[in-house]
């Protein structure tokens, strides 16, 4: 059975801050789920060393999340108001997440209600449902950053305890992601394939079949920037093709697109 990712912190001040504001927001009656690399090695099997924690909670309760943690002598800070949170003790933080940077994967009861226990740092904690894990991680496809092999690694280790009705119908409008990742997977992984129910290859394949010869859609819309926030800007600031992230395409105003896309992300 995988370990939680603990080796790289032991005796660490990040461990003993993690454990502590884990259990400043169980005291505080704040639900939170754990995510990053601590959940990803339950779903993966994979363990490796991470710079920090991820934690998941709904949108409605940010803000007492950091109300909380500053009581308790934390450094707190609404980063971004569409999707990210921070924790500060020293040098070690924690990412608090409630939705995804391009607006898609909002945290919501559905995290909760399929959340599994597990054992992080000691803890007994809810950790991300790896469904919700998938389709987080399916969008990014930044030129630093790919998330393909978590995607491909999840469906490796967990693809016969995956809730795929459940899966498919998360990506919603955006299922030809979700398909590209699966086709990807049965190239990587051959000998696997089976690892993926025929269904849903068959019925997102169906989908994708009255597309062959259909005409372009009418609507100049570029759906990239859902995958990436900087790759595709030539196409949408000065081209002619709209941004998917802002309404009425997306969830987000322009506003907080233009903060995201001018923020350092290093």
């Not at 995607?151 to 590209?180: E, K, M, N, Q, T």
């Not at 995958?227 to 093709?241: C, N, P, R």
Request: net charge negative; glycine share 8%; aromatic share 12%.
């Amino acid at each position: 059975m995988a370990l939680a990712p603990t080796q790289s912190l032991v005796d660490t001040p990040s461990r003993a801050f993690y454990r502590q504001a884990m259990e400043v927001l169980r005291r505080g009656d704040v639900p939170f789920l754990v995510g990053g690399a601590f959940a990803f090695v339950h779903q993966a099997g994979i363990d490796r060393s991470t710079k920090d924690l991820d934690l998941f909670v709904r949108p409605a309760d940010v803000h007492r999340l950091l109300e909380v943690c500053a009581a308790a002598g934390y450094e707190s800070e609404l980063v971004f108001s569409h999707w990210l949170a921070k924790i500060r003790s020293g040098d070690s933080f924690i990412d608090v997440i409630f939705s995804s940077g391009n607006g898609v994967a909002v945290v919501d009861d559905h995290w909760f209600e399929h959340a599994t226990e597990q054992n992080v740092l000691g803890l007994t904690v809810l950790v991300a449902p790896a469904e919700e894990t998938v389709w987080s991680k399916a969008f990014v496809m930044e030129r630093e950053r790919f998330d393909g092999a978590d995607v491909v690694h999840i469906i490796l280790a967990y693809g016969d305890r995956l809730d795929w009705r459940r899966l498919v119908d998360r990506f919603g409008p955006h299922w030809r992601v979700l398909l590209a990742h699966l086709v990807l997977f049965g190239f990587i992984f051959p000998s696997a394939r089976s690892r993926v129910p025929g269904w849903v290859m068959r019925e997102l394949l169906s989908r994708l079949e009255p597309e062959v010869d259909a005409p372009d859609a009418a609507e100049p819309v570029c759906y990239g920037t859902l995958l990436s926030w900087s790759q595709y800007l030539g196409d949408v600031f000065g081209g002619s093709f709209r941004d998917a992230r802002i309404r009425p395409h997306g969830s987000l105003t322009a506003e907080e697109v233009a903060r995201w896309t001018s923020a350092d992300k290093k």
